[in-house]
């Protein structure tokens, strides 16, 4: 019983280690049995087999013996496993079951290895004697396996829980990692600086290769590069649309996607294969409930390197990170467009009521002079009625420009009714252009009309389009010269322009002077009569009528303002 007192302190001290405890075991074998051979086979429960975990003695070095698995059905080793019993075969050369490895073996033991109801293994000594093992030899290895059972029990537990504090350390590295990251990409409020610490903070979080943010362009309905890192430039050349390799269909499916042999990958682009790409993950960016509006996709060009689902699941934590923050810095931009937008239309507003104000004394100053001309000189009865024309003419101007704001302020609210019906647009341009020129004679309008379809359009507020224009053209044209109006059909709509040969804008206006506070460079319009209400009235109007309105220009050589309305059907 030497043997079993000299075990229990060298297993149960290699105990922390399974392949120290295989060692050990039959290093004892070996020193309590000094002849044959010693092996220790581990039972392999997803194969149902018995395989050699280590050897000692007579011809325990040859490949075959080192590498030797077997079913369950064959040799003394596989019916002691099925049995859980010792075996001891006197003859294995009368054993019909015996298959061996060792020519020199005339007789083996075989005892299980169990702890409970689990088969842990098998241990086999082989002796060049027949009928070498008595009961003695069966007592003394049977406690032994169960020691060695203990012993890899032990083991087995250690390395399960080494292993978990080592996945738990990893992990903890991990969090410490995407708390960094997360806090480089928070501090940041420019898009070009956030997507470059979106991808180097992916490279640091996984621990090499490289990355690339694309993200999703809707006028062209592809995903393009926004930034890299990491990675070679041919990488980041081609735009992706969905469904196309693994960044487009990370974005059509809106989930994460791993492919760890990417030149074997059915969905692989030429490109990337052209690369040397052997691992990629791609996640898609989006905000809750939303289509995803970017992807980004970690590339590895080590053959050994792959992504795993820790992987995925610590990018998609950061990816969350960065959504945050994307929509933070977008909601941050629009508050700065907005602020913006405010500074400019408060600055508009000042401008307007400076001129609206200046608009709204003159006819105030020429009624109140003129009544009150007539309210203390003795006049003829034609000075009296040439100061009452005068003061008719201020007070229909003021209510005109009174009547203006009102409308628009309707028209901006959505209280405004339109009353459509077929409208001949000809001859609505001929009307406006007599009444203008009975006020305005010395002007000259030439017409083009070309007889577009007849419109759909609130009579009133179509006349009202049209003489709004001309008044704009009337003022900005000087005494002599042309005022030109033209008409057209095309693509059911009825194209309207009326040009005149003023100063003309210049390109960054055409847009703001259709805004309702705008007036452009007014030292330079002041003498212009005029609240600035009139082509405000008109878009909103022709918007209205389901048309659009717009204006081109070029400085010293007048403008041109085009309307375009839908043809009656």
Not at 54 to 74: F, K, N, Q, Y
Not at 236 to 250: D, F, K
Request: charged share 25%; hydrophobic share 45%.
């Amino acid at each position: 019983m030497a043997l079993l007192s000299a075990t229990a302190g060298a297993l149960l001290a290699a105990s922390f280690d399974e392949r120290a405890v295989l060692a050990q075991s039959v290093e004892l074998l070996q020193r309590q049995y000094g002849y044959g051979t010693h092996h220790l086979l581990l039972y392999d429960p997803a194969r149902k087999e018995l395989a050699v975990a280590t050897a000692s003695g007579i011809g325990s070095d040859r490949a075959e013996v080192r590498g030797h698995r077997g079913p369950l059905d064959r040799g003394p080793a596989g019916l002691s496993a099925t049995t859980r019993r010792v075996v001891n075969v006197a003859d294995v050369t009368r054993e019909p079951r015996y298959i061996g490895t060792i020519a020199e073996a005339r007789s083996e033991i075989c005892v299980p290895i169990v702890a409970g109801s689990e088969l842990i293994g098998v241990l086999s000594v082989l002796s060049p004697e027949i009928g070498a093992f008595a009961q003695d030899d069966e007592r003394l290895l049977t406690a032994f396996a169960q020691l060695v059972a203990l012993a890899i029990l032990h083991a087995r537990e250690y390395d399960v829980r080494a292993r978990k504090a080592q996945a738990r350390e990893r992990e903890s590295e991990r969090l410490l990692r995407l708390h960094e990251a997360a806090k480089v990409i928070a501090a940041q409020t420019e898009p070009t600086a956030i997507y470059h610490a979106i991808v180097t903070g992916a490279v640091g979080l996984l621990g090499h290769g490289g990355a690339v943010l694309y993200l999703w362009d809707a006028a062209s309905g592809q995903l393009r590069a926004a930034r890299e890192h990491g990675v070679p430039p041919a990488t980041t050349g081609e735009p992706r649309h969905p469904g196309q390799g693994i960044v487009g269909a990370a974005y059509k499916e809106g989930r994460p996607i791993v492919v760890n042999d990417y030149q074997r990958w059915t969905g692989a682009t030429r490109e990337s294969m052209g690369t040397g790409l052997r691992s990629a993950l791609a996640l898609p960016l989006a905000r809750s409930g939303q289509t995803p509006f970017a992807v980004l996709v970690a590339r590895s060009y080590d053959a050994n390197a792959r992504y795993g689902e820790d992987d995925a699941r610590l990018l998609s934590l950061f990816a969350d990170q960065a959504v945050a923050v994307l929509t933070a810095a977008e909601g941050f931009a629009q508050q700065r467009r907005s602020l913006g937008e405010l500074e400019r239309l408060d600055r508009a507003k000042t401008d307007f009521v400076a001129i609206v104000g200046h608009e709204f004394r003159t006819p105030l100053t020429g009624i109140q002079g003129f009544s009150e001309m007539l309210r203390d000189e003795e006049l003829s009865r034609a000075e009296v009625r040439e100061y009452a024309n005068d003061i008719n003419k201020d007070a229909r101007r003021l209510s005109r420009m009174i009547a203006e704001m009102i409308e628009l302020d309707r028209m901006e609210s959505g209280q405004l009714v339109l009353a459509f019906d077929a409208v001949d647009l000809d001859q609505v341009v001929r009307d406006e252009t007599e009444v203008m020129l009975k006020h305005e004679p010395t002007l000259k309008v030439i017409p083009a009309l070309g007889a577009p379809p007849r419109v759909r359009a609130d009579p009133d507020k179509l006349a009202e389009i049209v003489r709004l224009l001309l008044d704009n053209a009337m003022a900005y044209t000087e005494a002599g010269r042309a005022i030109d109006v033209a008409t057209r059909a095309e693509d059911g709509m009825a194209h309207l322009m009326i040009r005149d040969h003023g100063a003309g804008l210049p390109p960054d206006v055409l847009e703001r002077i259709f805004d309702r506070y705008a007036r452009i460079d007014p030292t330079a319009t002041r003498h212009i009569k005029g609240s600035g209400f009139g082509l405000p009235i008109v878009r909103q109007l022709v918007r209205l009528h389901g048309g659009r309105a717009w204006a081109e220009s070029r400085l010293g050589q007048g403008s041109i303002f085009h309307v375009t309305l839908p043809a009656h059907r």
